[in-house]
Structure formats: structure tokens, C-alpha cells
């Protein structure tokens, strides 16, 4: 079995990288740092370094590997030190627009781009992409977080509209998209002081959860968007 993650220094990504390597100690696992290796890296993991909004670097990338059973895209932005989400409209700059879809929407298609002769072997293959409930239309009661919500929304997208182009080219390929729930990393760390303990969910805990989904989904469950909890949630 080959695996390749997508961030795999980030919180979430991370946690997965390490849940793979326990759960399938024969498998051939590769992971992407986009900058800085993590210090505490598994030396049993081939890293590799990508910018995975970048259409060059996902190229490249794809060339270094020959096939793949699973991708799992965990590349993802909320805030940085300059900027947080947005609580009106008024706060809305194209600059943190383009930076929230580059890195939450762009890797998806880059990734389907460059790897869908990876996946297409004549056994299940998975293709899935880390998303969020906030990305949903018809959940969204409460506004708020426009860059976030509307890239995440275009994630969605992608992952509905890659599907229905592989159902047909990789019929044997799972295109998913999975909401973590909110998951102790730094991405959620300014947002947690409303967050009850009971729904911070440590990145372990999370992985465990998506490889539940990863072990019940079947090539007909192409196309569906997960909650943490294997609850289908809806675009
Ligand atoms: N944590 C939550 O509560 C939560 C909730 C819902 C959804 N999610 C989603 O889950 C995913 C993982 O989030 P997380 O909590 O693990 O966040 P995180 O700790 O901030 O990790 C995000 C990772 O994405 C990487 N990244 C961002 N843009 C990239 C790019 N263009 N190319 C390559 N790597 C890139 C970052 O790399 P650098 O280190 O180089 O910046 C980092 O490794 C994200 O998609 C996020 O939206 C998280």
C-alpha cells in the first residue's frame, strides 16, 4: 500500500502521518512539508517538499512518485499573524481572498490534476480532501468567515465535480471530503475559548475517526462529504 499526505507538518496532518505508520507498518508513506521538515519527523516516512497551490511543484511532485492507494490533502489556512477571519463584509481584502483559496482550494485541484493516473488502480483507491462544515451552503446559519467559508465552499465543489469526472475514468477511486471538527492545532487555537472540551478534538482522535469513514466508504460513496462523527453532511 502506498500512501501520500499533504501537509504533513501541519496538526492534522501530522497526527494521520503517524496513525498510517502504526496502523500499516508495510506500507510506503510519503508526506509534504511545504517550508520546514517537522523536527520530531518519522525517519520511516519519505518526506518530500511541495507548495501544493503551486502547479509546478505538484508536477514535480507527481513524477517522484509512481502510484498511490490513498491521498489525503490536509493543507489548509485560516489566519495568520496579520490577518484573522472576517466578522463583517467590511472587513473582506482580495489579498486574504486569494490566500485562503490558494491554500484551501487550489491543492485539491493541482492534486487531482497531477495524480489521477496514481490512483486509478483496478482495486479502491482514495482521493480525499480535508474540508470543513463551515464550507457548507446549506449549513451556514450564522455568516461570518467569508475568505474561509467561500474557499472551503470551492473545495466542495472541487471534490463533487472531481468525482463525477472519476466515476467514470477511476471507477474504483473514493473522492471524499472530511470535516475534522474543530481539532486542537494552531489553526483553531484563537477560536477555542467558546469551544466546550467536549467538542475540541485532539488531531489523534480525529485521524482515528477518518480512518473509521476510510474503512466503511465503497467506490458508490464517491462524491459525499464526512463529519468526524461518519455522519454524510451536506454541501
Ligand atoms: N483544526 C480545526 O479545527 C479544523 C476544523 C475544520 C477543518 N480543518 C481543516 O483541516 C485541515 C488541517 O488543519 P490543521 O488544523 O491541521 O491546520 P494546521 O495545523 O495549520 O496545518 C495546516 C497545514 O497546511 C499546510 N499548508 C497550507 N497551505 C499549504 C500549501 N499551499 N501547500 C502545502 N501545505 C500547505 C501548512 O503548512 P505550513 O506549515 O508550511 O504553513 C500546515 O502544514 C485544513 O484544511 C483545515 O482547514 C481544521
Redesign the pocket.
Known sequence: MKILI??G?????KAITTYVRDTFPKAKIFA?????LPEDKRVDITWLK????LDADVKHLAKQISDLDMLIN?????HDAANKPEKSINEFTPEFFNQNL???TL?TLLLAKYFSNHLKAKHQTYFIS???RIGSIEDNQIGGWVSYRCSKAALNMAVKTISIEWQFKLPNCCVIAF?????D????RPFQKNVPPTKLFT?EYVSQQLFKIISKVQPSDTGKFYSFTGEELPW
Open positions: 499533504i501537509g507538518n501541519g496538526g492534522i496532518g509534504t512539508y511545504r517550508s520546514t511541495a507548495n501544493a497551490s490536509t493543507a489548509g489556512f485560516l490558494s491554500s484551501n491543492p480535508l474540508s470543513a470535516h475534522p471538527g474543530t481539532t492545532t494552531q489553526l483553531s488531531s
